[in-house]
């Protein structure tokens, strides 16, 4: 059982939008930034967004976050078949450790 | 460009023990804390701990706690985890990530190739 909670799985067909939440508490998303990862088939995570909405270099702007509260959102516009991998939210819980989400998998119809 | 690259992994028997290694290039190794990270086959991320820049501070998951160990050689650029009394739940690829700056340090900005961990009971 994760402490984040993500939906298990999303999809949308190409060129369409999908968002994947992240619901956390006080003690995590509520007071830390949250970070996404991409993890496409067979192959590490990679870092997608950082600080709650930014993103490293060479992401494109169709990746973007945002947090409200204790719930992060990722969202993914003009969706690719590139893009069908696993996702996970992370950031830091006040218990001293990270956590993650369970992962959403993004599937492009 | 920060790079890691892993080695170790394999199976072993439960209740043995096991040793990874991650070498890093690409960046200041001295400056960021190291993170381990396992996934177990099928399944999510989960956190295995973390390594401060100086190897002064380490915490870790409470289910390897007082299992595992971290070490690190900065003047080396490697970080090892030293893992005893392996259980078959164990079983997982074990990844070495960079933290972020350090006001995230729980931001992994950087990942290994993975080392694929395998424990027989």
């Known amino acids: 059982q994760s402490v984040l909670t993500q939906p298990p799985s999303v999809s949308a067909a190409p060129g369409q939008k999908v968002t994947i939440s992240c619901s956390g508490s006080s003690s995590n998303v509520g007071s830390h930034f949250v970070s996404w990862y991409q993890q496409l088939p067979g192959t590490a995570p990679k870092l997608l967004i950082y600080d709650n909405y930014a993103r490293p270099s060479g992401i494109p702007d169709r990746f973007s976050g945002s947090k409200s509260g204790t719930t992060a959102t990722l969202t993914i516009t003009g969706l690719q078949t590139g893009d069908e991998a696993d996702y996970y939210c992370?950031?830091?819980?006040?218990?001293?450790?990270?956590?993650f989400g369970g992962g959403t998998k993004v599937t492009v119809l | 460009q920060a790079h890691l690259v892993q080695s170790g992994g394999g199976v072993v028997q439960a209740g043995g023990s096991l040793r990874l290694s991650c070498v890093a290039s690409g960046f200041s190794f001295g400056t960021f804390g190291i993170h381990w990270v396992r996934q177990a086959p099928g399944m999510g991320l989960e956190w295995v701990g973390v390594?401060?820049?100086?190897?002064?501070?380490?915490y870790y998951a409470d289910s390897v706690k007082g299992r595992f160990t971290f070490s690190r050689d900065n003047s080396q650029n490697t970080v090892s985890l030293l893992m005893n009394s392996l259980k078959p739940e164990d079983t997982s690829i074990y990844y070495c990530?960079?933290?972020?700056?350090?006001?995230?340090?729980?931001?992994?900005?950087?990942w290994g190739q993975g080392a694929l961990v395998t424990v027989s009971s």
């Open positions: 990530a960079k933290g972020q700056r350090a006001a995230a340090f729980y931001t992994l900005d950087h």
């Open positions: 992370g950031t830091w819980d006040n218990s001293v450790s990270v956590v």
């Open positions: 390594t401060s820049y100086d190897g002064r501070n380490n």
